[in-house]
Nanobody
Framework: QVQLVESGGGLVQPGGSLRLSCVASGFTFSSATMSWYRQAPGKERELVVD????????SYVDSVKGRFTISRDNAKNTVYLQMNSLKPEDTAVYVC?????????WGQGTQVTVSS
């Protein structure tokens, strides 16, 4: 059974930091490109960042460059998203995904709220 379980979301003040985690099971994690998406109320889902299977390449949406950092630990089947200098416009449900040529799996998401 495939599972992607996100954690680490919460309420944070502008300028603060959060670290999201996504623990995967049920598939070969080290073969999958891992991604973080987000969806704010009333908006379409947005790809925030992805990381290749070996972690050698990443791609960020412009709005988070220099503030967010994705990483992965293939020994722990876990992908992380370190979010610094958070802004109110970063408020969204953050969803982890795993994809290869043959599948695309999604987690349930974790809420991130940036507000004073």
């Amino acid at each position: 059974q495939v599972q992607l379980v996100e954690s680490g979301g919460g309420l944070v003040q502008p300028g603060g930091s959060l670290r999201l985690s996504c623990v995967a099971s049920g598939f070969t994690f080290s073969s999958a490109t891992m991604s973080w998406y987000r969806q704010a109320p009333g908006k379409e889902r947005e790809l925030v960042v992805d990381i290749t299977p070996t972690g050698g390449s990443t791609s960020y949406v412009d709005s988070v460059k220099g503030r967010f950092t994705i990483s992965r630990d293939n020994a722990k089947n876990t992908v992380y998203l370190q979010m610094n200098s958070l802004k109110p416009e970063d408020t969204a449900v953050y969803v982890c995904s795993a994809r290869t040529w043959s599948f695309h799996y999604w987690g349930q998401g974790t809420q991130v709220t940036v507000s004073s």
